[in-house]
């Protein structure tokens, strides 16, 4: 694992995206991507590249459970507002949220994942450590599954809803596997908030209840972060 302490927001952000030309460049083809603040900087950068990505293919980490897909804060809508409509792809893939059989929907798009397996996979983390909605006490050898999110995951996600009451009670996310499968991964964390789960994957912990440190046995991981020692 490579960690890069970036205190400017602005050249960290710009590390991400020469990180992300250089994958591309090199023939990443199949690229796994994130939601949540912290990639809002990103994306908006990358619109402003001329990298080309309609010959790649998109997975996306999560989507909540029982949103529609044009719901403004799904994240198929997400990705479509900070970066599809600008970025297309050549096929981009979210779980559908309105899938009758949430199960079934999980095992479908652990099965997309296993056709084209990820080139390279973008991570944020949570507050919590958590990596795509792989709460603590996730197994290290989940796939795709529906998970049921915790109080402090909704109640951090409400600032994007009217109301913490709006806020979905499930969600699908790839599993701990699933990410570790990505041939490369690039995990960004900004802000004190995510000091505790940063120090916790940097130390070397191997516990699934901060399920970012399960990366610590990948070989190919790459830190960006703007927390100076
Ligand atoms: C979202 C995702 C989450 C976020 C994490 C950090 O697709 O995978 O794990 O990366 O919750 O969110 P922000 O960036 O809003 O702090």
């Known amino acids: 694992m490579r960690v890069e302490r970036i205190p400017s927001k602005e050249a960290l952000y710009e590390r991400a995206v020469a990180i992300i030309e250089e994958v591309k460049a090199q023939g990443a083809h199949t690229f796994g991507l994130a939601t949540g603040g912290t990639m809002e900087p990103l994306y908006a950068k990358l619109c402003d590249t001329s990298i080309d990505f309609s010959d790649a293919v998109s997975f996306n980490l999560d989507e909540y459970v029982g949103l529609d897909p044009t719901h403004e804060q799904s994240y198929n809508n997400y990705m479509h507002h900070h970066l599809f409509n600008q970025k297309p792809f050549k096929a981009s893939y979210l779980p ?134």
């Open 96 to 229: 559908n949220g309105l899938a009758t059989d949430a199960t079934k929907e999980a095992a479908r798009y652990e099965a997309l994942l296993n056709e084209q397996p990820l080139d390279f996979q973008l991570l944020g983390i949570g507050v919590n450590g958590h990596i795509g909605f792989n709460e603590p006490g996730t197994s290290f050898d989940s796939v795709t599954h529906v998970v049921d999110l915790t109080p402090s995951t909704r109640e951090v996600n409400a600032r994007y809803f009217d109301s913490l009451e709006e806020v979905p009670h499930k969600a699908f996310t790839m599993g701990i596997q699933s990410i570790l499968r990505a041939n490369c991964i690039l995990l960004i964390a900004i802000g004190e908030s995510k000091r505790t789960a940063l120090q916790a994957l940097i130390n070397n912990d191997y516990t699934e209840q901060v399920p970012a440190t399960a990366l610590t046995k990948h070989p190919n991981v790459i830190v960006l972060t703007d927390l100076v020692k």
